[in-house]
Every structure is written in structure tokens, then in C-alpha cells.
T-cell receptor, first 112, second 119 residues
Framework: SQQGEEDPQALSIQEGENATMNCSYK?????LQWYRQNSGRGLVHLIL?????REKHSGRLRVTLDTSKKSSSLLITASRAADTASYFC????????????FGQGTRLTINP | DTGVSQNPRHKITKRGQNVTFRCDPI?????LYWYRQTLGQGPEFLTY????????KSRLLSDRFSAERPKGSFSTLEIQRTEQGDSAMYLC?????????????????FGSGTQLSVL
């Protein structure tokens, strides 16, 4: 299966805390992307990490990739109420399917 | 606004009716994708186009679903004889795909979706 599996399915934290969500996949990848979806809206691309990268930062986001474990994590530091959303990972295979396949995502709730 | 545009935003229809949704991608994007999403689930792939060619359609997709992208620009998704199980958010996304046959670093840009309710 091409899709990533996000864990946990739901996460609730206090504003200002850090949020960590994980993604596991099963095949060799070229890169892995993370997307955010606010309720009732489309997905928004957050960050892409290539298979030869181990860590990448973008603002308050930090993504890690461990290809030996076939896993990735997304860390959001100093969370804000506006970070409340669902987060999806999408691995891109080295060869094969040309589309992004999404799992169920992690529903993150930031409590004020 | 130069993002992906989907119309209508909401559609309520009676079971058995046909519905058509439209997606206008970002103008220079050659790839266009359709996804379907139900509450609490991730987006489910339906089909995608490169320019005007439909390159893949989900094997799970009923024959009642058809999509077109006649001039390689906007796309339409039609559902014939709608059923209550078709109620979902239908998302369109576009991207630029360059010539490399290996997986690229293309990023998808999504529209806000069309919410379909079949009564």
C-alpha cells in the first residue's frame, strides 16, 4: 500500500505545548509530504522532505524522516489555536503510482 | 485569486438525480486530481489527468462517476443516478508535473471542495 498511516488518530494539547504526530509507510519512497486540513476546507501543503534528508524545518514545523524505520514525524512547536486541524502524510514512491494517497490523518486540537 | 477554484461549494440533490461539479486548476498546472472525502476519513483518490488525458481512475469507482478535462484546463466530475452513499466532500487538486518519469517532488494545491448531500 502506498499510503502513510498517521498516529495518533487524535491529539489534544494545551496552547503553547508542542505537538508531535507520526507517519509510517511500507515501501521505499522518493519523498514524503505533510499536509494540513482545516475543517471544511481543502488540504494545504506544509512541507516536503526528500529521502536523502533526515530533518527539515519550516517556521514552527520540524519534520524528521527515518527511511530505515520507514517513518516520519511532524513536530509543531509552541502550538496555537489556529493549528487545530487534521494533518496528513503522503509518501511518494520511487516508482509506480503517480498519485498521492492519504491515510486517515491525525486530528489535532489545541485547547486555549 | 489564482488558487484552485471549485464550484459549487455546496450541492444538495435528491437520490437518483445527476450532478456535475467543476474545478478550475491553477492556470499553468498540467495535472489535475479528484478526491472524495467523508467525515473523519482522509481523501480517497478518484482519478487524475495530465493535460487532457485521464491517466488513472480508481478501480473502486462506480461507473456512475465520470470526469473530463476537455482542453487540459478546467475539469468536470459528473455523478449519475446519485445515491445516499455518494454524500461526501469532493476535492480537486492541481500540480505541475515535469518530464521525469521517476517520482517527482510535485506538491498538490487543493481547492476548497464541493460538499455533496444526497437526500
Amino acid at each position: 500500500s502506498q499510503q502513510g498511516e498517521e498516529d495518533p488518530q487524535a491529539l489534544s494539547i494545551q496552547e503553547g505545548e508542542n505537538a508531535t504526530m507520526n507517519c509510517s509507510y511500507k515501501t521505499s519512497i522518493n519523498n514524503l509530504q505533510w499536509y494540513r486540513q482545516n475543517s471544511g476546507r481543502g488540504l494545504v501543503h506544509l512541507i516536503l522532505i526528500r529521502s536523502n534528508e533526515r530533518e527539515k524545518h519550516s517556521g514552527r514545523l520540524r519534520v524528521t524522516l527515518d527511511t530505515s524505520k520507514k517513518s516520519s514525524s511532524l513536530l509543531i512547536t509552541a502550538s496555537r489555536a489556529a493549528d487545530t486541524a487534521s494533518y496528513f502524510c503522503a509518501p511518494t514512491l520511487i516508482q509506480g503510482a503517480q498519485k498521492l494517497v492519504f491515510g486517515q490523518g491525525t486530528r489535532l486540537t489545541i485547547n486555549p | 485569486d489564482t488558487g484552485v477554484s471549485q464550484n459549487p461549494r455546496h450541492k444538495i440533490t435528491k437520490r437518483g438525480q445527476n450532478v456535475t461539479f467543476r474545478c478550475d486548476p491553477i492556470s499553468e498546472h498540467n495535472r489535475l486530481y479528484w478526491y472524495r472525502q467523508t467525515l473523519g476519513q482522509g481523501p480517497e483518490f478518484l482519478t487524475y489527468f495530465q493535460n487532457e488525458a485521464q491517466l488513472e481512475k480508481s478501480r473502486l469507482l462506480s461507473d456512475r462517476f465520470s470526469a473530463e478535462r476537455p482542453k487540459g484546463s478546467f475539469s468536470t466530475l459528473e455523478i449519475q443516478r446519485t445515491e445516499q452513499g455518494d454524500s461526501a466532500m469532493y476535492l480537486c487538486a492541481s500540480s505541475i508535473r515535469t518530464g521525469d518519469l521517476l517520482a517527482t517532488n510535485e506538491k498538490l494545491f487543493f481547492g476548497s471542495g464541493t460538499q455533496l448531500s444526497v437526500l
